[in-house]
Nanobody, 124 residues
Framework: QVQLVASGGGLAQAGGPLRLSCVIS????????MAWFRQAPGKERELVAG???????YYTDSVKGRFTIPRDNAKNTVFLQMNSLNVDDTAVYYC??????????????????WGQGTQVTVSS
C-alpha cells in the first residue's frame, strides 16, 4: 500500500504556469505507474497524464504541448508541470497509482491509490 500526498495547487493566471507535486510513501516496491487526474465541477474525473506499460508519458489531447509529468525517482516524487494554463484547466487535481495508463487505460476506476486532491483555479 502506498500513500500519496499532492500539493502545489492554487490560483494561477491564464497563460501562466503552475507545478503540482505528489510525494509517494509507504510500500513503494510494487510495480505501478503514476498518473494525474482532474475533476472539474459537474464533470467526471479525467486522466490528464500518466505513464504507460513502457514507462512513457501519455497526455490527454487537451493538455498536449502544455503539460508534462516529470519525476524525481530519488525523492519518490512525481510532478505535473502545467504551462499556458487556461480557464478550462480549473479543477481539483489528483495523483494516483495504477498498473499503467494510456488512451485505453484512462478510467479513474483503474486507480489503486489516490492523493487527497489539490485545487487549481485559473483566472482570465
Amino acid at each position: 500500500q502506498v500513500q500519496l500526498v499532492a500539493s502545489g495547487g492554487g490560483l494561477a493566471q491564464a497563460g501562466g504556469p503552475l507545478r503540482l507535486s505528489c510525494v509517494i510513501s509507504g510500500d513503494t516496491s510494487g510495480r505501478y505507474h503514476m498518473a494525474w487526474f482532474r475533476q472539474a465541477p459537474g464533470k467526471e474525473r479525467e486522466l490528464v497524464a500518466g505513464f504507460s506499460w513502457a514507462d512513457t508519458a501519455y497526455y490527454t489531447d487537451s493538455v498536449k504541448g502544455r503539460f508534462t509529468i516529470p519525476r524525481d525517482n530519488a525523492k519518490n516524487t512525481v510532478f505535473l508541470q502545467m504551462n499556458s494554463l487556461n480557464v478550462d484547466d480549473t479543477a481539483v487535481y489528483y495523483c494516483a497509482t495504477g498498473v499503467a495508463w494510456g488512451p485505453k487505460r484512462a478510467s479513474y476506476h483503474l486507480a489503486d491509490s489516490w492523493g487527497q486532491g489539490t485545487q487549481v483555479t485559473v483566472s482570465s
